[in-house]
Structure formats: C-alpha cells, structure tokens
C-alpha cells in the first residue's frame, strides 16, 4: 500500500494506528500466521513517525493480537473462540478451530472429595475422586491450566489409561457414561507464580477461569473441571435465544 492514509489529530495518532490495525485483523486483511506491513512501511502509509508506530504495535502485543519475531517482524496471532454453549473438550474445540493441540499431564491421582467436591457430585466427603492438572498447548503455545475432578467409582482403572493419547470424553465412552449437558460459569482469577510460568505470564495478571458441571444422562454428575486460560488467547460466544412466542 503506497498510498498515505489521513490520521485525525484530534485524538492520539498510535491509537487511531492500533484501531486501524485491529480492524484489518478482524476483518482478515491481515491473517492469523502472516505479518503485517514492516514498521517503515506503516510510517509511510500513514505519514507518522517511528515511535508512534512502535507503540500502537506494543499494545497489539500486549493484548496477545500480534506477536514480534526476532529479525522476521511483526505476525498476527490466532485467537481461540470458545462457544460456552458447545459441550466439549478442549482437543475437539482446538479440532474445530483447525488448531493443533497438545496436553502435558502435571499431576495426576486419586483425593478426598471434601466438603466442595462432595457438596457437586452430592457424594460422602470421605469418598475418592479422581484428580488430573493439565498443561493445554495450542500450535505449541501454553494457553490453559486445567483440573478435572471425577468420582472415581465411574472411572475405578483410569490410572492405566495414557491420558496423553485418550481424551476424557474417550474415557466415558470406555465406561459406558454417556456425557449429555454441562453448566458452565465465566469468572476472572489470578494464578500462583508458579502457575502463571506454566502458561507464560505473570501473577499479576488475570485469566479466564471456565468452571463447568457434566451431566450424563441420568442428571449425575460425572465431572467437575476448572480451566484457567490465559485472556489474550481466547474469546467466546454466548448465544440468546427469545423463548417468547409471538
């Protein structure tokens, strides 16, 4: 584009330049996994000066929407949708998305339900769960810290099964429980130190915490999971239906 774009300076140039570039992000001109015009190019086309095109790209950075490669330039980064009313996993979601996924088991292992965990799965607090804390990647990139909770009376050999290869609706199907509706909760929270290394932040910073209660088809509930995902990777859709008959 060798064609110099007007700015308005009644407002700050770099966040008339930030907008600008998010739009062309949002509408696909510029793509996740490709760059966008080098910081001379940008200078040119909107006839502003170096510093100011460094900070409206830093704060692109900052928000997660681009990324700077060392002697490559600036790309644009994917940003995962998650659809709040969509019951699955997150390697179908990642699936869906076209977006390749790994998991890294942290820990793993049987606990007391306890008070919390009884009072979910309407369980004594003595009985057992089944307890898993996972590191979700997407193209390679830490994005999420999730826990599981299950009763372990509905998965009692789930020890034996390599968690790394079978996801856990695989599991279900393996026991024949058959998952048919979650409720899930959207909050903020904010990860331990060490927590927030895993997922490449830093404590000061929120996350997304999704909580969500599996059902199957009797009304028990089979799983409780937390999943802490980094706000600059993700977004989501909550989709509202009118129930009013006209």
Known sequence: MSRTQEV??????????REAVRSKIEEGEYAPGTAIPSEHELMSIYGINRS???NAIDELVKEGLLKR????GVYVLKQI????EVLGGFTQTMAEKEVRSTKKILQKGQRRAGKKYASIFEIDEREMLYYIKRLDYADGEPIAIEEIFIPYTLVPNVEEIDLSVFQMFDIYKFYRINPMRAWQTLDLAR????DSRLID????????????TTYDEDD????YSKSYTRVDKCNFTVHFHNERKV
């Open 191 to 194: 990860l331990t130190q060490a």
């Open 81 to 84: 949708e998650r659809d709040l």
């Open 69 to 72: 490669i060392q002697g490559k």
């Open 201 to 212: 932040i830093n404590k000061e910073q929120t996350v997304f915490l999704f909580a969500c």
């Open 8 to 17: 308005d300076y009644n407002s700050p140039i770099y966040v008339q330049l």
């Open 220 to 223: 028990r509930v089979i799983e």
């Open 52 to 54: 100011t095109v460094r």
